[in-house]
């Protein structure tokens, strides 16, 4: 009986001491973490844009919640895992930051969802696209917010072998994103009928690619899959020019594809490659204002990661003010009972296990000759649903998932 009353008089402890955490954070106001890359092979799609898109949010809202400010800070894990989690843990535990978004690169990814869980912490992942933040490393305090790796697979591979691409070679970024968007694309090739004949995975930030695209020319590959992101992306299909591959006849397809990487390569190099993407500027009078916005700040429209930043803290501080808490579980819970009511948003719900299904499109680059304006990159073919794209639920190794 004694060991019975010491528990609960501890438990209780406990929960008084949780609730007076919370009192003190709401009593403080708002604190949001933007965890991304400022000098590195993202850095154009993330980076600055990402802090950006977040102030925008928080402006477009008023600046404040619950009758106190919301703040901002920021830092650059500089694609280190060591340094990204240290960043989150000094955050969470002595700056009162409430929640963490962006967080490019999956690696990194993957560790500050371990802290946020330890911590009771929130984080709403913009750009990092590993599967296994809502697969077996999937956090009651984690949401994967604007694509995963699956979901780009699904798309631009799928409509790919349908025009009768069945032989595929893939060159991917050594990492846990790479590795995962290689393993799907292969996956959604042999399941509509084609064939791997090759993978290779080069380091991060690669200068030189020739051993890599001497192995995919090699493969007599119809497809050489490009898999990794950024910086990556553009001196792979830059060198892939240089090589001759498409005057050799093979084709490339680029699994993740960013607006900076395309303004970048130039219409030229990348027109008429195939993409799938989660949001577009273009696609509407909503995300030509916020746009416009975000132009006049950084002097280009938005990629879709930043959109995402955008969307996530916007939804996340709206939660804030319908739950009258900035308590983890509770603000949680009021963001997956909302619906995601953004432009940049299409048919957009959280699901039980922390991923935003969402419709995305199929694109495809614009000739030289068919764009009318700055940025005028895309011709959207259509419209992917997003429960197509997701991950089915009924194979879900999230112990989130009720079976």
């Known amino acids: 009986m004694r060991q019975q009353f010491l528990r609960r008089a501890a438990l209780g402890v406990s929960l008084a001491l949780a609730g007076l955490s919370a009192q003190a954070n709401d009593a403080d106001g708002?604190?949001?973490?933007?965890?991304?890359?400022?000098?590195?092979?993202?850095?154009?799609?993330?980076?600055?844009?990402?802090?950006?898109?977040?102030?925008?949010?928080?402006?477009?809202?008023?600046?404040?919640?619950?009758?106190?400010?919301?703040?901002?800070v920021s830092g650059d894990h500089q694609h280190r895992p060591d340094i990204g989690s240290g960043m989150?843990?000094?955050?969470?535990?002595t700056d009162g930051v409430d929640v963490v978004v962006d967080v490019p690169n999956s690696s990194v990814a993957l560790a500050v969802q371990g802290i946020a869980r330890e911590k009771k912490k929130l984080v709403l992942f913009s750009s990092p696209g590993t599967t296994a933040l809502t697969q077996a490393q999937c956090s009651p305090y984690g949401v994967q917010w604007t694509y995963t790796t699956y979901a780009l697979s699904r798309g631009t591979a799928t409509a790919v072998v349908k025009e009768g691409n069945k032989r595929w070679f893939i060159l991917a970024s050594d990492y846990?994103?790479?590795k995962q968007l290689a393993a799907d694309t292969e996956t959604v090739v042999k399941a509509n009928g084609g064939e791997v004949v090759g993978t290779v995975f080069h380091p991060l930030n690669a200068s030189d690619f020739a051993s890599f695209l001497l192995q995919a020319q090699a493969s007599k590959a119809q497809i050489i899959a490009v898999a990794n992101a950024g910086g990556d992306t553009i001196s792979a299909i830059k060198q892939a020019a240089e090589f001759g591959i498409a005057s050799g006849g093979q084709k490339l397809a680029a699994m993740l594809l960013l607006l900076t990487d395309v303004?970048?390569?130039?219409?030229?190099?990348?027109?008429?490659?195939?993409?799938?993407?989660?949001?577009?500027?273009?696609?509407?009078?909503?995300?030509?204002?916020?746009?416009?916005?975000?132009?006049a700040r950084?002097?280009?429209?938005?990629?879709?990661?930043q959109a995402g930043v955008y969307s996530s803290v916007r939804h996340y501080l709206r939660a804030v003010q319908a739950a009258g808490t900035t308590d983890s579980d509770a603000v949680m819970a009021k963001m997956k009972s909302m619906p995601i009511d953004d432009p940049f948003s299409l048919n957009a719900h959280i699901r039980e296990d922390g991923?935003?299904?969402?419709?995305?499109?199929?694109?495809?680059?614009?000739?030289?000759?068919?764009?009318?304006?700055?940025?005028?990159?895309y011709n959207i073919v259509r419209?992917?649903?997003?429960?197509?794209?997701?991950?089915?639920?009924?194979?879900?190794?999230?112990?989130?998932?009720?079976?």
Request: hydrophobic share 40%; glycine share 8%; charged share 20%.
């Open 298 to 305: 950084l002097g280009r429209p938005p990629t879709f990661l």
């Open 263 to 295: 303004h970048s390569l130039g219409l030229q190099a990348a027109q008429h490659t195939y993409l799938t993407v989660p949001s577009y500027w273009d696609m509407n009078d909503g995300t030509r204002a916020f746009s416009k916005k975000f132009e």
């Open 355 to 377: 991923l935003v299904v969402r419709d995305m499109m199929l694109a495809q680059v614009k000739s030289p000759d068919q764009s009318k304006a700055p940025w005028d990159y």
């Open 176 to 178: 846990a994103f790479g």
């Open 30 to 72: 708002v604190k949001i973490g933007v965890l991304t890359d400022m000098a590195g092979v993202t850095a154009d799609a993330t980076g600055r844009g990402s802090v950006e898109a977040a102030r925008l949010a928080i402006e477009e809202l008023g600046g404040s919640v619950l009758g106190k400010p919301v703040a901002l």
């Open 383 to 403: 419209t992917i649903p997003g429960d197509s794209l997701a991950w089915p639920l009924s194979e879900s190794q999230c112990p989130l998932v009720k079976k």
């Open 88 to 93: 989150v843990r000094k955050w969470y535990d």
